[in-house]
Nanobody
Framework: QVQLVESGGGLVQVGDSRRLSCVVS????????MGWFRQTSGKEREFLGR????????YVADSVKDRFTISRDNAKNTAYLQMNSLNSEDTAVYYC?????????????WGQGTQVTVSS
């Protein structure tokens, strides 16, 4: 059973940077493409980006592409979401997801989410 666990969330200040991690267990990370999403209360889940199995391909949504980057370290079974210049609109629960396919937004496995709160 593949499990994903996000970490790195917490309370940050406007303008801060934060890196979220997503550790995958029960499977080999290189078998999966990874995606990142976020959701705030009362809003639809927002797709932030994806990265392919080896990291050779990636995509970041236009809404955050100037501030967020996605990476992965298959040797550590971990994917990352680097977030810079955070603002209050980035306050959300952040989720990582895994799927054997790439290039879509329907993922098979999901983490439980980690809360990021940006305070001024």
């Amino acid at each position: 059973q593949v499990q994903l666990v996000e970490s790195g969330g917490g309370l940050v200040q406007v303008g801060d940077s934060r890196r979220l991690s997503c550790v995958v267990s029960g499977g080999t990370l290189s078998d999966y493409s990874m995606g990142w999403f976020r959701q705030t209360s009362g809003k639809e889940r927002e797709f932030l980006g994806r990265i392919s199995w080896t990291g050779s391909m990636s995509y970041v949504a236009d809404s955050v592409k100037d501030r967020f980057t996605i990476s992965r370290d298959n040797a550590k079974n971990t994917a990352y979401l680097q977030m810079n210049s955070l603002n209050s609109e980035d306050t959300a629960v952040y989720y990582c997801a895994a799927d054997r396919r790439y290039g879509h937004r329907e993922y098979e496995y999901w983490g439980q989410g980690t809360q990021v709160t940006v305070s001024s």
